[in-house]
């Protein structure tokens, strides 16, 4: 089914712009003003993980004129497995910062918005109206439904993504021009209904044919080329090298989206207080050694002990002192830092105290506070490789 195109032309191309994309300009059904209609486009990008990272390259690569990506996870070592935008040296950063900065270096003309906050009901309606088509490469159920929801009340074309270990989906909501996810699973399923990444694993490249993929369809709507994935569901099966299609249609009994509150419940569930997982010693040494700005290590041993070693740079807030003022003796401690978005990582000598800190800490911690505790403490991060 082919459809008008999405953005209208921007200006002619200047001649090193026409240069840099001379294979799209002799492409059918592209050429020079598809090209410049990506150039004037603006494109949301929901995520800058698995399947993030690869349509954050090729629409960069395009040419779209404007991508903001909005992400508030940071960096970690397991990520770099399929992740393929961020590096080592991105260790700790924000994702949405790092996929700023691979962008830049890719081409420096395209407009890069980094949002490092989560996508929610309070901001979602906006950025969708703000954008010409959305990307939705999260990775939980609420997200996924709270894009949805805002598409349908903004109006705004969706193309929506998800891996899940050997194999991905993909589709395109259009209000208006299609069947959306409602239509198509009409509940939001339970947030644990399905492994997640962690726990069941995702195959990394399979995140590049899936993550590619979306880019594609993107680039057909903006462009106003070829069928859209609009009323079908595509499964890839990356063992099998399979593309299944599924056709569905509108339900017309299905109730219209008329506001987010439904999906604002599932969405709160989403956010706890504090992060407050496990880090490795491997991971705290990699970040360390690569200069990161977004990790602070926090000691709660005693001065004692810190006097036969200590990590290089950590502040010292004996576990006392954390356990009678809570919050506010590491606040003073750490200052501006502390509130800064970076991963507060605590340790002491076996992992055992540490532990007990992040408890006393998470009630009174800032919403969004990253409090997390070195496996092992010193102990484990003495022991590795000099």
């Known amino acids: 089914m082919s459809l008008p195109a999405l953005v209208e032309p921007g200006p002619p191309l200047a001649p090193h712009r026409a240069a840099r994309f001379a294979r799209h300009l002799t492409l059918p059904g592209v050429g020079d003003l598809g090209q410049r209609r990506l150039a004037a486009a603006r494109v949301l990008v929901i995520g800058a993980g698995g399947l993030g990272a690869p349509a954050i390259q090729y629409l960069a690569a395009a040419g779209v004129g404007r991508l903001t990506v909005i992400d508030d996870d940071h960096v970690e070592v397991s990520n770099l497995q399929r992740q393929v935008l961020h590096t080592y040296g991105d260790l700790g950063r924000a994702k949405a910062e790092s996929a700023r900065s691979a962008v830049v270096l890719r081409d420096g003309e395209v407009e890069v918005v980094a949002l490092v906050e ?23 159920f609420a997200t996924r439904y709270l894009s949805n929801d805002a598409a349908e009340l903004t109006g705004t074309p969706l193309v929506w993504g998800s891996v899940h270990q050997f194999a991905g989906q993909i589709s395109v909501f259009w209000p208006g021009r299609g069947p959306m996810l409602r239509d198509l699973f009409p509940e939001i399923p339970d947030a ?17 044919s899936v993550g590619s993929a979306m880019a594609a369809e993107a680039l057909k709507l903006l462009c106003g080329i070829g069928e859209p994935l609009i009323g079908r569901l595509v499964r890839y099966d990356a063992l099998s090298a399979r593309w299944d299609e599924l056709r569905f249609d509108a339900d017309p009994d299905r109730p219209p989206v008329v506001d987010l509150e439904e999906v604002a419940v599932a969405c709160r569930a989403l956010a706890p207080r504090v992060r407050a997982d496990g880090i490795s010693a491997g991971e705290v040494a990699a970040r360390l050694d690569h200069g990161t700005a977004g990790l602070v ?24 002192r954390v356990l009678d003022e809570g919050w506010e003796v590491l606040a003073m401690a750490l200052g501006e830092s502390a509130v800064d978005g970076r991963d507060i990582v605590v340790t002491c000598q076996g992992g055992i105290r540490s532990a007990r800190a992040i408890d006393a800490l998470a009630d009174s911690a800032p919403a969004g506070t990253s409090l997390r505790n070195l496996d092992g403490g010193m102990d484990a991060y003495l022991a590795l490789p000099q």
Do not use: K, Q
């Not at 644990?192 to 590049?208: Q, R």
């Not at 990590?311 to 807030?317: A, D, E, K, P, T």
């Open 118 to 140: 989560r996508l929610d009901p309070g901001n979602a309606l906006a950025l969708f109206r703000e954008h010409d088509v959305v990307l939705d490469g999260s990775d939980n």
């Open 297 to 320: 290590i926090v000691d709660v041993r005693t001065a004692a002990e810190r006097e036969t070693s200590a990590i290089v740079g950590s502040v010292h807030v004996p576990l006392a």
């Open 192 to 208: 644990d209904s399905i492994e997640s990444c962690a726990t069941g694993g995702v195959f990394g490249v399979l995140c590049g």
